[in-house]
């Protein structure tokens, strides 16, 4: 089991910035660097939707159109942790943000049904 808790979550104003990390414990001590991990949102009354994706060692990143030049994922799996660097926030950012990870899933897959543990995710509300 794999547990992962989101912080970092707030409320900024529209081109404020924030940084987001996720913190995987349990039965990650000699495994976490087997994991993907990617991050998804979910905005009132839409579907959890791929926002990036990190592979296991970090070499490789992958983005959503709408972020890319705007968000930044990395990872320290000495730490067992995630990051998602968000710069130039813009109103239709705001949403719950999640992190989950994939054991066996390809780098980047955006299918949530690939993904085997998620966190309780974290509000980001970006104001006009």
């Known amino acids: 089991q794999v547990q992962l808790v989101e912080s970092g979550g707030g409320l900024v104003q529209t081109g404020g910035s924030l940084k987001l990390s996720c913190a995987a414990s349990g039965r990650t001590s000699s495994t976490y660097s087997f994991y993907i991990i990617g991050w998804f949102r979910q905005a009132p009354g839409k579907e959890r939707e791929f926002v990036a994706g990190i592979s296991r060692s970090g070499s490789s990143t992958s983005y959503v159109d709408p972020v890319k030049g705007r968000f930044t994922i990395s990872r320290d799996n000495g730490k067992k942790m995630v990051y998602l660097q968000m710069n130039s926030l813009k109103p239709e950012d705001t949403a719950v943000y999640y992190c989950?990870?994939?054991?066996?899933?390809?780098?980047?897959?955006?299918?949530?049904?690939?993904?085997?543990?998620w966190g309780q995710g974290t509000q980001v509300t970006v104001s006009s």
């Open positions: 989950a990870s994939s054991r066996w899933g390809v780098q980047g897959t955006t299918r949530r049904s690939e993904y085997d543990y």
